[in-house]
């Protein structure tokens, strides 16, 4: 039996979000993981197509050349609410969420995952993601406390985070209004988590991104791309944080204002 199968492997549950036309990135991510996720406990979760919705969303889009990406994140971020909710239902305090992309490193064990995520000091655990924001602080063993990080492809949260995620996410109802002011699931989950629950990275990171296209920007996406780099300009303190963080929600509004003029 798979040892990530045991109860000190910190978590109940995986849920995948693949893209039903993209039955190719499920086939590789089962090859990449099998032996590494307690695969009686993985279920893979039917991503939303962004795009169908934008189709009956004419207020927002209105043949703009960024529509399919703006259309790509609004998928995402309700995949991700999605897959948070089902956790819900099945009862899973503690669940791993991965994107059908993620790979693993040539670091990444089950001693590795068990040791990591089999830790009780985490609301949120990022095996790997870009950007990370401080004040940093050394959490011992290769893990990092952070205040949050950009990509969401592979990350465990606890049944508390679990549960004010899903009442502060969108769903259906007010999904663009939520994407034009907040821009992107894991630039909301850097700027807010933080400030209210414990983040910790994998330092070096355990998942990264299969090189190749994004659904969401379009673009060549290096295999590098969720390595650990450093930001310039890391908040040293608490207080620097909050400084950065309403200069950037300042901007974001600023933007979504006229987005809710001009579309995405």
């Known amino acids: 039996m798979n040892e990530m199968n045991s109860p000190s492997s910190g978590i109940d549950g995986v849920i995948v979000i693949n893209l039903d036309r993209r039955a190719d990135r499920w086939e590789m991510f089962q090859d990449a993981w099998r032996d590494l996720l307690p695969w009686d406990c993985v279920e893979r979760l039917s991503a939303t197509e962004g795009a169908a919705l934008a189709d009956d969303a004419k207020t927002w889009f209105r043949g703009r050349k960024r529509d399919r990406t ?16 089902h956790a819900r239902l099945r009862g899973w305090d503690r669940v791993l969420i991965m994107e059908d992309d993620a790979v693993p490193t040539n670091l990444t064990s089950i001693e590795e995952l068990k040791a990591k995520l089999g830790r009780g000091d985490w609301d949120l655990f990022y095996l790997g993601g870009h950007e990370p924001l401080g004040p940093f602080r050394s959490a011992g063993d290769g893990v990092m406390r952070i205040h949050g ?65 994004s659904d969401i920007t379009q673009g060549w996406r290096a295999s590098d791309h969720a390595s650990i780099t450093p930001s310039q300009g890391a908040a040293s303190s608490r207080m620097v944080f909050e400084i950065q963080r309403l200069v950037e929600i300042t901007g974001d509004r600023i933007r979504a204002a006229v987005k809710r003029l001009i579309g995405f």
């Open 70 to 85: 703006w259309a790509g994140r609004g998928g995402c971020a309700l995949s991700h609410a999605r897959a948070l909710r």
């Open 149 to 213: 990080a950009l990509d969401a492809h592979a990350y465990a949260v606890s049944g508390r985070l679990r549960d004010w995620l899903i009442a502060h996410m969108p769903d259906e109802t007010d999904l663009w209004s939520w994407l034009a002011r907040e821009r992107a699931v894991d630039r909301w989950y850097r700027r807010e988590i933080g400030r209210r629950f414990t983040v910790m990275m994998s330092m070096p990171a355990l998942a990264l991104q299969r090189e190749g296209t």
